[in-house]
């Protein structure tokens, strides 16, 4: 549901940075199945990057694509920004970021439209961390659980 893209320098970040980036970010969704959160970091050469007119590799852009529940407010953009200080801010870089709110009636998972918000079929899918069938994540469970007795 919400796609990050990270336009950088390719040396701008580590390995373990970018981990802890995608992970940073996926855990500021937490109401959302980890799966449907994804991080992408491409790199642009300093000869490819360029900030008023110049190369710039300390440079950052941030574009977040949400196809779903879009947000609403400036305090949950502002508390976006704050979950990305460390590796924004307090790298000392410039960046921006953009956020954009996508029509969910056009997002599919899997080949399936993605279950309303919090219902119980969403809620299997955050608990098994993937996509199942609509309408019957409850009765596949229940079919198991009769297997087993």
Known sequence: MPFHRFYCSPNLYTKEEKQAIAQAITKFYS?????LVLVNFIDV???NFYVGGEPNDRYL??????SANPVQTRAWVEAYEKALEPFTKGKGIGWELQMTNEDPLFWNANGM???????ED????????????????????????KKDE
């Open 61 to 66: 852009r941030i574009n977040v694509q949400h």
């Open 122 to 145: 969403y809620m299997k899918w955050k608990e098994l961390n993937r996509p199942v069938e609509w309408g019957t994540a409850v009765e596949l469970e229940e079919a198991g659980s």
């Open 113 to 119: 439209h993605v279950p309303p918000f919090l219902s």
């Open 45 to 47: 050469d300093k000869d």
């Open 31 to 35: 109401r959302l199945p980890p799966f």
